[in-house]
């Protein structure tokens, strides 16, 4: 019999994680559980199982002690330690029958990851919508506020994504950043993006360009000004590495151009100022053209505050 996700306290909106077993020496599915999360206890895998958090590809939940079947999938719900509030709000700006666009705020990340699972847009979004099916098309960082668009119908879902991959969708971005009176703009910033060395992050490495971005002054505060940044690419980071290495990081950026120690508590007062701030594109379900803003402003001074 299937789990029902809203059983033992698993709020809606949050599904299941998928693990597929490789072949290997384990006898018993507690034995490949507790070697494939070695940062989860034996026992806390145990106790899941027993209170059916962990099922097989037919929902059936399954026992600790079962065989272990080499090349079969099992789903398990996450942990639900007690998350901090996150204490921002999105808003939905348009929703039809084929995508929802929501205007997220700084520091909500999109999909669960890491120590985020129900503060996070994707599920707060299927709880106040009920569309289980929803998924987001593309993402953006969980520091920049602004514009996410969703899909709704998963057979439909693949047409909107190739959109972006195809880069049919003109993406607009705003940062506040130093004014570079020595710097002529606008300006293309096409180079290379690969990993770097700390988790997440990325740099400029010599090599056939990758990354492109338009750069535009479109005003100035004293020593500060706001930027027009248009991503003619999709990689991790672009927009932020690439005013990094201009001499222009956003303020508040905590990984560019230096990496400042992950604290865990976020400080609500400095958000990072880069806004997604525009989407265009012509819908390939039924042509029409599709254009969203954000009501988000950025701050002009020191970006410790979001303007109203």
Not at 10 to 31: F, H, K, N, R
Not at 131 to 141: N, Q
Not at 267 to 281: C, I, T, V, W
Request: proline share 9%; glycine share 6%.
């Amino acid at each position: 019999m299937r789990r029902a996700e809203t059983a033992l306290g698993v709020p809606p909106g949050v599904g299941t994680s998928c693990v597929s077993l490789p072949q290997g020496p384990w006898a018993t599915l507690i034995d490949f559980f507790a070697h494939r999360f070695p940062n989860i206890p034996r026992d806390e895998w145990v106790a899941r199982m027993q209170r059916g958090d962990v099922t097989d590809e037919k929902g059936g939940c399954v026992a600790p002690d079962a065989p272990f079947t080499p090349h079969t999938r099992l789903f398990y719900y996450r942990s639900l330690p007690a998350e901090a509030c996150i204490p921002f709000d999105e808003a939905v700006l348009y929703q039809d029958d084929l995508i929802v666009v929501a205007d997220k705020p700084h520091f909500l990340p999109v999909t669960p990851a890491g120590r985020y699972l129900q503060e996070t847009l994707l599920v707060r979004l299927k709880r106040k919508l009920g569309i289980e099916s929803l998924a987001p098309v593309h993402r953006i960082d969980r520091e920049t506020a602004g514009l996410v668009l969703f899909s709704v119908q998963p057979h439909t879902r693949g047409r909107y994504q190739a959109l972006f991959r195809e880069r049919a969708v003109e993406k607009r971005y705003e940062a506040i950043a130093p004014m570079h009176a020595g710097l002529s703009l606008p300006l293309i910033r096409s180079t290379r993006l690969e990993e770097g060395d700390s988790f997440m992050t990325m740099h400029e490495a010599p090599g056939e360009p990758n990354a492109e971005t338009h750069i535009e002054l479109i005003e100035s505060f004293g020593t500060v000004a706001r930027y027009g940044l248009r991503p003619l690419s999709g990689k991790r980071h672009q927009l932020r590495v690439h005013m990094a290495a201009l001499g222009l990081p956003i303020v508040n950026d905590a990984i560019y151009p230096t990496l400042q120690p992950d604290t865990h508590e976020p400080d609500y007062s400095r958000p990072l100022q880069l806004l997604a701030r525009s989407l265009e594109f012509v819908d390939p379900m039924n042509g029409r053209l599709r254009r969203f803003e954000s009501r988000h402003r950025l701050a002009h001074a020191d970006g410790a505050t979001r303007l109203p």
